[in-house]
Nanobody
């Protein structure tokens, strides 16, 4: 069993910042890639950013230069620093972890999401 839990969402005004955190726990041997996705009301879930165990980061074009993903491998935790937030960034943000379990299987685990609302 692997659990993924996000935190750090909230209500902010346009131009402000938020830092999301996501921790994975359970029967984990290692984590290959951790990432963030989001889903706005009435829209499909979309990719935001991801980071490998070797800390190579990738971003959606829409967030490049404003969002920064980072990772603490020792804590199985990934962060998303979001700066200069815009109303269109309002969404439920989900964390994803590509996990190698201690039983030798590979699991793609999702959290329940944390709400980010950008509004004046």
């Amino acid at each position: 069993q692997v659990q993924v839990v996000e935190s750090g969402g909230g209500l902010v005004q346009p131009g402000e910042s938020l830092r999301l955190s996501c921790g994975a726990s359970g029967r984990i041997s290692g984590i290959y890639v951790m990432g963030w996705y989001r889903q706005a009301p009435g829209k499909q879930r979309e990719y935001v950013a991801s980071i490998s165990s070797g800390v190579t980061a990738n971003y959606a074009e829409s967030v490049k230069g404003r969002f920064t993903i980072s990772r603490d491998n020792a804590k199985n935790t990934v962060y998303l620093q979001m700066n200069s937030l815009k109303a269109e960034n309002t969404a439920l943000y989900y964390c994803n972890a590509d996990v190698a379990t201690d039983s030798g299987t590979r699991i793609n685990a999702w959290g329940q999401g944390t709400q980010v609302t950008v509004s004046s």
